[in-house]
């Protein structure tokens, strides 16, 4: 059974950094994409930043050259850096894997609450 476990959310004062860590457990397909996906009271949720298994990656415009995702070598973890925060990047942040196979549905962790306030 995989299982995707979300650590490193909390409270931090607008300009402030925060790095977030998803490890799955469990057997998962080589290829794969694994990502960052936000939800903030009221919005639907959105894109952060995903990551292939190949290692290229695709970021929101909007945390473009703040947000660095990356993966834990040798491991089935990625991590998101998040640097220079703006309260309006406060919301709930999900972990997520999509296996490269057909018609197969994502994984999805509980989710961090990220909080940018002063």
């Known amino acids: 059974q995989v299982q995707l476990v979300e650590s490193g959310g909390g409270l931090v004062q607008p300009g402030g950094s925060l790095r977030l860590a998803c490890v799955v457990s469990?057997?998962?397909?080589?290829?794969?994409?694994m990502g960052w996906y936000r939800q903030a009271p009221g919005k639907q949720r959105e894109l952060v930043a995903t990551i292939r298994s190949d290692g290229i990656t695709n970021y929101s415009d909007s945390v473009k050259g703040r947000f660095t995702i990356s993966r834990v070598s040798n491991k089935n973890a990625v991590d998101l850096q998040m640097n220079s925060l703006k309260p309006e990047d406060t919301a709930v942040y999900y972990c997520?894997?999509?296996?490269?196979?057909?018609?197969?549905?994502?994984?999805w962790g509980q989710g961090t609450q990220v909080t940018v306030s002063s």
């Open positions: 997520s894997l999509q296996e490269a196979i057909p018609h197969k549905a994502p994984y």
């Open positions: 469990g057997t998962i397909f080589t290829f794969n994409v």
